[in-house]
Nanobody
Framework: VQLVESGGGEVQAGGSLKLSCAVSGYTRLWCMGWFRQAPGEEREGVAT???????RYEDSVKGRFTISRDSAENPLYLQMNSLKPEDSGIYYCAHRPWPGYCSPDQDREFSYWGQGIQVTVSS
């Protein structure tokens, strides 16, 4: 299974970015998620979406970020609006290959990870 993120970059505070995650080598995708890590900080969950489309978000991004998925080549997206400098970091796409309750605080259950992509929000 390979996951490849795209769409990162640098944006000013208040701006928007949309991340995409391409997945190959797997026929059924269960729980998908976005995680991020700032320099000197631990990795944290941002948002997850299960196979039924149920989305869950970390509190600081609720109302600003939207996770979505489809069945096409790039099955996972993260629309990020009203970005803040504290949103900066490396963003990772991840897959947990079994069904069930799915949330951003379950990062240890995710087996497959992308290489990460940098998001920088300048003030």
């Amino acid at each position: 299974v390979q996951l490849v993120e795209s769409g990162g970059g640098e944006v000013q505070a208040g701006g928007s970015l949309k991340l995409s995650c391409a997945v190959s080598g797997y026929t059924r995708l269960w729980c998908m998620g976005w995680f991020r890590q700032a320099p000197g900080e631990e990795r944290e969950g941002v948002a997850t979406v299960d196979s039924d489309g149920m989305a869950r978000y970390e509190d600081s991004v609720k109302g600003r970020f939207t996770i979505s998925r489809d069945s096409a080549e790039n099955p996972l997206y993260l629309q990020m609006n009203s970005l803040k400098p504290e949103d900066s970091g490396i963003y990772y796409c991840a897959h947990r290959p079994w069904p069930g309750y799915c949330s951003p605080d379950q990062d240890r259950e995710f087996s497959y990870w992308g290489q990460g992509i940098q998001v920088t929000v300048s003030s």
